[in-house]
């Protein structure tokens, strides 16, 4: 059997992670984490502007200095992000029970890996390929990105809103059913790409009216 990866999101929020390098590769990845609302510590004797302003504004910790083992003590993920092979190597080997790690040059050794991705508010679409060729990910995300546009952040936004009222509203799991399913009637996305959060629920109300009255 194949050794695949497997595929989860993981809730961060206030959750301790640690990125060893200041670069560019370890902002694009304290960035990423900042989204998720992890506490984030950077461990490097220098670091880019964009981390030393976050540094100074409180949003991270920045140890500068560098990598000792003591560094990663009580960290739930681990990035080793520096360009010397042999610090991302002391990093990997100082992992204590339940720690896991991503190595930027040891996928070999990684735990696990952050695909490319596309964020429309609630929507997230990831594409990986384990390694065999990460610019191939980059393509097939660059290619949703026009069919998957900003207007599915409101109609994300209005699918969870509208959802929370069928549950709270609806007893009949029959009729819930056919609720969610004309959420996703194709006149839905078009409202959201006009940017009409009032036709959004309008339309929710007149099929609300109509599928209740079905038996």
Do not use: H
């Not at 060893?20 to 989204?35: D, I, Q, T």
């Not at 990663?72 to 204590?96: D, H, K, M, S």
């Amino acid at each position: 059997m194949a050794d695949r990866s497997y595929p989860v999101l993981l809730k961060l929020k206030d959750k301790p992670c640690v990125i060893v390098g200041g670069g560019n590769v370890a902002e694009r990845k304290v960035l990423a984490l900042l989204e998720a609302a992890a506490a984030v510590t950077v461990v490097s004797p220098t670091v880019t502007w964009t981390l030393k302003e976050l540094a100074e504004s409180g949003r991270i910790v920045w140890c500068a200095k560098t990598f000792e083992p003591s560094d990663i003590a009580g960290a739930f993920l681990v990035f080793a992000a520096t360009n010397q092979p042999e610090i991302n190597l002391a990093v990997y080997r100082a992992l204590g029970p339940g720690q896991l790690i991503t190595i930027a040059d040891r996928p070999d050794l990684s735990m696990f890996t952050v695909p490319a991705q596309l964020r429309r508010g609630r929507l997230l679409l990831a594409a990986a390929t384990e390694g065999a060729s990460p610019g191939l990910a980059s393509k097939i995300i660059g290619e949703l990105t026009e069919t998957y546009d900003e207007a599915y952040e409101l109609y994300t936004d209005f699918l969870a809103e509208s959802r929370a009222v069928i549950l709270q509203q609806v007893e009949q799991p029959s009729v819930r059913q056919r609720l969610f399913k004309r959420l996703l009637d194709e006149q839905f996305l078009r409202d959201a790409r006009e940017g009409d959060a009032a036709a959004l629920w309008r339309r929710f109300k007149e099929i609300m009216a109509i599928e209740s009255r079905k038996v």
